[in-house]
């Protein structure tokens, strides 16, 4: 059991992809997916407040990821795979702001990583939505 599990593990190594710094996401493609028909998610908050984080697909399917604490590596999280792209809907939890995500596409078993920066504000990767 042990030896598949290394075997998996070495396989993200060699598949994970490189991202620029302008884009907070890094997702790393598997050759057979991990679990069937889910993605993995892990957000790190690099930001000075926690964040409650969902994932949303498409016009409306949202799964909460939960309350990211500030400062920490959160996840990983399972949740469904869609055929729609996934963007996330970052709310700042102490100060005002809302944010989603640029969308981006997914298959079954990728393993993402979203990242939200300490100027979430001022990303160009993330979007102000505006309160009502």
Not at 41 to 55: L, M
Not at 78 to 93: G, K, Q, R, V, Y
Request: proline share 8%.
């Amino acid at each position: 059991m042990l030896r598949s599990s290394h075997a998996i593990a070495g396989a993200l190594v060699i598949v994970a992809a490189a991202c620029s710094q302008s884009n907070p996401i890094t997702i790393a493609h598997t050759p057979t997916p991990l679990v069937r028909d889910s993605i993995i998610v892990t957000v790190i908050n690099d930001h000075f407040y926690e964040a409650r984080v969902h994932a949303v697909y498409g016009q409306g399917l949202r799964y909460p990821l939960g309350v990211m604490g500030m400062k920490r590596e959160n996840g990983p999280f399972t949740i469904p795979w869609h055929i729609e792209e996934l963007a996330f809907e970052i709310d700042m939890i102490t100060i005002s702001g809302r944010y989603v995500s640029d969308e981006i596409p997914v298959q079954p078993g990728d393993l993402v990583e979203l990242r939200i920066p300490p100027n979430i504000s001022s990303s160009a990767f993330f979007t102000a939505i505006r309160q009502e």
